[in-house]
């Protein structure tokens, strides 16, 4: 896995954002964004993106629309939730349905991570 | 007695007026005589004079203490002496022979008749033997009748003794004459008082109440007009019957009417007052009971009974109602208390049933109290709950800056960073380090906000700021609002501090704003807003559906909810009523569906006030 892949990340929390990027500085190009509407923007102009980790809890839509209207966009990457919140029903509802390709709980552990996304990348 | 003293002091009276009477008179005669001595020389009749003069006034002096008789006697004698010396002296030509004149009228009066005609007898004796020896030549005739019916003496004398005589008669005659008219006058007086005595005596045994019967010899005699009216009779019917013929011929008592009048008349009779009942009959035939008392009186010596009547049919119908109403009372007391004694027994048994009652009563309200606390308990678990999860995110992702945090320094010290120039790195871990103290920082914020929840025991009071707990409220409910709804806070510009219990407001307010919340489906906006004016006033106003008015009266009633099942047991409001009303406040509502809702909290300063005294 050395050729850095393309990762997506939205966070309305700019902290978020910055952190993430320092810790997977070297081992994925994360492209990060504070508004999902942006993030749906690159989605249609960058094909190479490999992987979406999302918030759930953000202004104007929350993570699952926002991966609802992301799979408009591209429907064969995996896409993940990022949450503060506990598994709620509709998380789990969207995991069974593979609409949400993995779910991971704020603090998260950086290795879960790689490990998950390695399954996609 | 009395007439016969009174007569005494009238002759006594007389007597002593006459012995006054006779000394003046006497003392004339007596001086007339001791001048005419001068002429015819003393001699014994002049001695004897003097003697009875001397006597006299000795009498005279002494009358109120002497006898009426004695007195008496000493008038005649003296009269005699003075006739006596007279007759030895002047023989016919004597004065004082009128004196025998005076005797029965005089003496009359005084003397019982046949003393006086004795005395009478006796004066004429006396006149007479003079007479006799002045005829016969026995006793010479010393004076010259012819000179001595010429002598002034004579004329003189002859005057007083007549005028004394005449008056005497006068006297006497006039005192008794006043005296009779005096007595005249009394019995007169006393006639006609008795005639009165008779008359009203007449009307009250005419005019009374009761009717009055007189008996002789037990036969009616007398009957005044009641009793005519109460036999329905006239006189002619009563008179000279017995009661016989106004009874019947048994009475009530079986006794037989004529045997039993005749006994009481017969006790009556003896002296002994009788009072009983009896039965008479009219002349009309119809029967009616009366109440007589007979009693025995005596009247111009004779024996009579007087019974008085009184008409008791009516008083007897009424005594026998009496006791007929007496005995149905009776009944119905006798009734009314067996009544009473059932009821009792009943009631001590409802009595025993209600305690029993209410024992399980009391144990099911303990039960009640302690299910109470505990859903109060899983009220407030339940809001937690509800906050929980917020909270978790809210703790979370502060976390998460830590924990990414640690994982950026970590990988500034792996080979990651072989390409970032050493300066970078040091900007990029002083940037991770902040990122790191801004999580540290939001997660004590929150955990302090969560402490003031149940930071205090029920009872505790301290100054707590409310702006200070709705800032809490707001940090603890801001993954709720947070891109969805915008709060508004329009704060009073000072602080507002009141006393109370700090755990409690907060509980409160966290209520109300998570209503406020949760009644806004979408986005929408939350205004809280603080005045003071006297009292604290917290408005929490929301855009969202409103209330229905059909369940704006209950939203305070315990257990009442419009949530979903698991949402909480509907305490919620009804634990924020209670809490106003412990801190002396009071909550208003105003809602309409589909405007929103406006609560006001308001808790009074006074009370602050009162306690900050404290």
């Given at each position: 896995m050395k050729s850095n892949d393309t990762i997506i990340y939205v966070d309305d929390e700019a902290i978020n954002l910055k952190l993430f990027s320092i810790m997977f500085h070297g081992i994925y190009e994360v492209l990060t964004f504070e508004s999902p509407q942006m993030a749906l923007e690159e989605l249609k102009v960058c094909p190479e993106v490999k992987a979406v980790i999302t918030d759930?809890?953000?202004?104007?839509?929350n993570g699952l629309q926002f991966v609802e209207l992301a799979r408009e966009i591209n429907n064969t990457i995996p896409y993940f939730l990022l949450s503060g919140y506990g598994l709620t029903r509709e998380i789990n509802e969207a995991l069974k349905n593979e609409s949400l390709n993995g779910y991971f709980q704020k603090p998260f552990r950086k290795e879960l991570i790689i490990l998950e996304l390695s399954k996609y990348i | 007695m009395k007439q016969r003293d009174e007569l005494q002091v009238l002759r006594d009276n007389i007597v002593n007026k006459a012995l006054s009477l006779g000394f003046i008179f006497g003392m004339i005669s007596y001086i007339v005589t001791f001048i005419r001595c001068f002429t015819y020389g003393f001699d014994v009749a002049f001695g004897i004079i003097t003697t009875v003069m001397v006597l006299f006034a000795m009498v005279v002096w002494r009358r109120k203490k002497l006898s009426l008789n004695l007195k008496v006697y000493f008038i005649m004698l003296f009269v005699l002496m003075a006739m006596v010396s007279g007759l030895m002296r002047f023989g016919y030509l004597v004065s004082s022979k009128a004196y025998i004149i005076l005797i029965p009228i005089f003496v009359s009066f005084i003397l019982e008749y046949r003393r006086a005609l004795l005395l009478l007898i006796f004066y004429g004796g006396v006149y007479g033997i003079f007479g006799y020896g002045y005829v016969s030549g026995i006793i010479p005739s010393t004076v010259d009748a012819n000179e001595y019916v010429l002598s002034a003496n004579a004329w003189l004398m002859d005057l007083s003794i007549i005028l004394l005589t005449a008056l005497a008669i006068l006297f006497v005659g006039n005192q008794f004459s006043q005296t009779l008219i005096e007595k005249l006058k009394i019995i007169r007086q006393k006639n006609k008082d008795l005639n009165d005595r008779e008359k009203r005596f007449s009307v009250l045994f005419e005019h009374s109440l009761d009717a009055i019967i007189i008996l002789k010899d037990g036969l009616y005699y007398e009957a005044n007009q009641r009793a005519l009216e109460m036999f329905g009779c006239d006189m002619d019917y009563l008179?000279?019957?017995?009661?016989k013929v106004t009874s019947?011929?048994?009475q009530p008592d079986g006794a037989i009417s004529e045997v039993k009048a005749r006994e009481l008349i017969g006790k009556a009779m003896a002296g002994e007052p009788q009072l009983f009942e009896w039965q008479h009959t009219r002349a009309d035939g119809q029967v009616f009971d009366a109440s007589i008392s007979l009693v025995a009186i005596k009247y111009d010596n004779k024996d009579f009974l007087q019974a008085v009547l009184q008409n008791i049919t009516e008083k007897k119908k009424q005594q026998a109602e009496l006791k007929r109403y007496r005995l149905h009372l009776e009944n119905l007391v006798q009734q009314r208390t067996e009544e009473l004694e059932a009821a009792n027994e009943e009631l001590t048994q409802s009595n025993t049933d209600l305690i029993h009652q209410r024992n399980e009563l009391e144990n099911t309200l303990l039960k009640l109290h302690k299910t109470q606390k505990k859903l109060i308990e899983s009220e407030k678990m339940a809001s937690v709950g509800v906050l929980t999860a917020g909270v978790a995110h809210e703790i979370n992702n502060p976390l998460n800056f830590i924990q990414s945090g640690l994982y950026g320094l970590q990988s500034l010290n792996s080979d990651q960073y072989n390409d970032i120039e050493e300066s970078e790195q040091v900007e990029l871990r002083g940037e991770i380090i902040e990122s790191m103290e801004e999580g540290v920082r939001r997660i004590s914020d929150i955990v302090y906000s969560l402490n003031q929840?149940?930071?205090?025991?029920?009872d505790d009071y301290s100054s707590c700021s409310i702006h200070g707990i709705i800032d809490n409220c707001l940090k603890i409910l801001a993954h709720k609002t947070k891109n969805r709804i915008t709060v508004q806070k329009i704060y009073f510009k000072e602080a507002l501090i009141v006393q109370g219990n700090e755990g409690e407001l907060h509980q409160l307010f966290l209520n109300l704003l998570h209503n406020a919340i949760q009644a806004i489906p979408n986005e929408g906006t939350v205004q809280v807003k603080t005045t003071c004016n006297n009292k604290v006033e917290v408005e929490i106003m929301d855009s969202g559906e409103g209330i229905d008015n059909d369940v704006i009266g209950r939203i305070f009633e315990p257990f009442f909810t419009t949530k979903e099942a698991g949402s909480g047991v509907g305490l919620g409001l009804s634990i924020v009523y209670n809490i106003i009303k412990k801190h002396k406040g009071e909550v208003l509502v105003d809602s309409a569906k589909g405007n929103g809702a406006k609560f006001t909290v308001i808790i009074p300063i006074n009370y602050v006030v009162e306690n900050e005294k404290q």
């Open positions: 759930m809890k953000m202004p104007v839509m | 008179l000279g019957r017995s009661p019947p011929q048994y929840f149940n930071r205090k025991s029920e």
